[in-house]
């Protein structure tokens, strides 16, 4: 195998390896060093596709309980095959990651298993799972080692009863009751996994609010419908500790500002408070790499380090830890490293939460505009004035346009409802051209699509929605 590479990629999660990729198709000679034995990160094999595969067979499940009856399929009570959906959602696992294989061989990468250590500046040492080192060397380094679950002080993660995302993607059958620790993204889909399947869900949150950091109308909307679901809030609330030594886990929940505690028994624990950047055994410190106190690795707008010839993407540096903002940070760089104007658009980042029903948005929420002083208008239109929904019985949730007052610019888009994940699409490409809401409100849009509630809101900017 060769030792000497235009690029060496350290971590094949979303962001490593699609920067690969990309430097391959741009001609360079690259190797991926990944210590995991499959390609693809945390989002292939300990993320986003088993979530979004458990998320997926836990709403058909649902919705063979409730929902089929409504539409004349009877098919009597639906029964639970944990293992086999398991099965289901290692199975696409598995496809996903031998892809990454598969698009590593056709670009001519050559892959490396082992924990890569920059020893020093163009220079990887790959120690491998049997004990034996190699070192190659690259013009360039990319740094895309990802993130790892954050951790509570004093509670110690077993992946049986005190689980992380990662267990929670497994467990063996399905807990009759489930804390959940952390009600953003991860809390509140693995929440509603099993939820759907049958467990009683209790989500503790530290703040007073749902999701941080999405647009609070929002937010107040989707806690009223997850709670209609059956799952229950303890916001402004904080776990104080936790017992293991009983058949339940008992864990004690007291108000965030002070009080008087309550105990909860719960069969399973899941914490979900955050992920925190992995860089542990890359030798950051050795090589000199500067890193921030959340231990992000710090980068320019170029992802180049304070080392030269060190680069970082993804979970590792700053920003919202998403793949496909991984995924764009690799092709910048990639593009970059080849002499082209590689670019991330930071304002134009999708976000989405894949319960039901969806939340996706993308730009600026209502906060985050007051607190900027941007004068704006907002164009909402709910689903139950949308023909499609009405005619499904999906009727939950509204999209919002938040358009600049004088330039009518779109500045944020937020949308709950069925679909929504593919919808905000449509809503990244008007913003990544500059669209005005009234471009939105002026294209036309296929009738019955559930889009078309995106362009009655583009059309409330301006008070003129039709079907309200
Ligand atoms: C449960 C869950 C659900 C999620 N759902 C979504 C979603 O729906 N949509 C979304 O956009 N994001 C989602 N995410 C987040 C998403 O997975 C991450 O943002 C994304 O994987 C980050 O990509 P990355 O390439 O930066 O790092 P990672 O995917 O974390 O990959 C890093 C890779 O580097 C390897 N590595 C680390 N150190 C070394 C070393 N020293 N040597 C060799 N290899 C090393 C690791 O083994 C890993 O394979 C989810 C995350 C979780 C946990």
Redesign the pocket.
């Known amino acids: 195998m060769q030792m000497s590479y235009d690029l060496i990629v350290?971590?094949?999660?979303?962001?490593?390896?699609v920067c690969a990729i990309r430097a391959a198709q741009l001609g360079m000679k690259v190797a991926v060093?990944?210590?995991?034995d499959t390609?693809?990160?945390?989002?292939?094999?300990?993320?986003?596709i088993?979530?979004?595969a458990l998320l997926h067979a836990s709403e058909l499940y649902d919705e063979a309980g409730h929902m089929l009856d409504k539409m004349g399929i009877n098919v009597g009570a639906p029964k639970l095959d944990l293992r086999a959906m398991m099965k289901f959602k290692d199975a696409g696992v598995d496809g996903n990651v031998k892809g990454v294989a598969f698009l590593f061989k056709k670009n001519k990468i050559d892959t490396m298993h082992?924990?890569?250590?920059i020893v020093a500046p163009g220079k990887v040492e790959i120690k491998t799972a049997n004990g034996k080192t190699e070192t190659i060397e690259g013009k360039a380094i990319v740094i895309?080692?990802?993130?790892d679950?954050a951790r509570l002080p004093g509670i110690d993660i077993d992946e049986q009863r005190i689980v992380s995302?990662?267990g929670a993607?497994v467990l063996a059958k399905v807990p009759e009751r489930l804390l959940v620790i952390g009600a953003g993204?991860?809390g509140l889909?693995?929440g509603s996994v099993w939820r759907r399947l049958g467990s009683e869900v209790i989500v503790v949150e530290w703040l007073d609010r749902i999701l941080p950091g999405i647009d609070n109308e929002v937010c107040r909307q989707v806690q009223r419908i997850f709670e209609r679901q059956g799952m229950k809030f303890k916001l402004s609330s904080k776990v104080a500790g936790i017992e293991t030594g009983g058949k339940k886990v008992k864990v004690t929940v007291e108000p965030a500002a002070g009080g008087t505690p309550e105990s909860i028994e719960s069969d399973v624990v899941l914490v979900a408070i955050g992920?925190v950047p992995?860089t542990?055994?890359?030798g950051l410190e050795t090589a000199g790499v500067k890193m921030d106190n959340k231990r992000r690795i710090i980068v320019d707008a170029r992802f180049a380090t304070n080392v030269p010839g060190i680069y970082a993407?993804?979970?590792?540096i700053a920003g919202p830890?998403?793949?496909?903002?991984?995924m764009d940070e690799?092709t910048a760089v990639a593009e970059l490293l080849a002499g082209q104007a590689g670019h991330v658009n930071y304002d134009v980042i999708p976000n989405?939460v894949?319960t039901y029903p969806e939340i996706a948005s993308v730009g600026k929420s209502e906060e985050e505009l007051k607190e900027a002083g941007i004068a704006y208008k907002v164009g909402k239109f709910p689903f139950t004035a949308n023909g499609r929904a009405k005619a499904n019985l999906q009727t939950d949730g509204f999209v919002k346009i938040l358009a600049d007052a004088k330039t009518d610019r779109v500045l944020g888009v937020h949308i709950v409802g069925a679909d929504a994940g593919n919808m905000i699409a449509e809503a990244a490409v008007a913003m990544e051209f500059g669209a005005a809401s009234e471009d939105i409100a002026r294209t036309c849009h296929p009738h019955p699509t559930f889009t078309e509630a995106v362009k009655e809101a583009a059309l409330a900017v301006d008070k003129r929605a039709i079907h309200m």
């Open positions: 350290i971590g094949s999660g979303p962001g490593g390896y060093v990944e210590k995991d390609f693809g990160g945390t989002c292939l094999n300990i993320g986003c088993p979530s979004k082992g924990i890569g250590r895309a080692t990802g993130s679950v995302s990662t993607l993204v991860i889909e693995l992920r992995f542990e055994g890359l993407i993804g979970d590792v830890m998403l793949a496909h903002k991984a690799g989405v894949y």
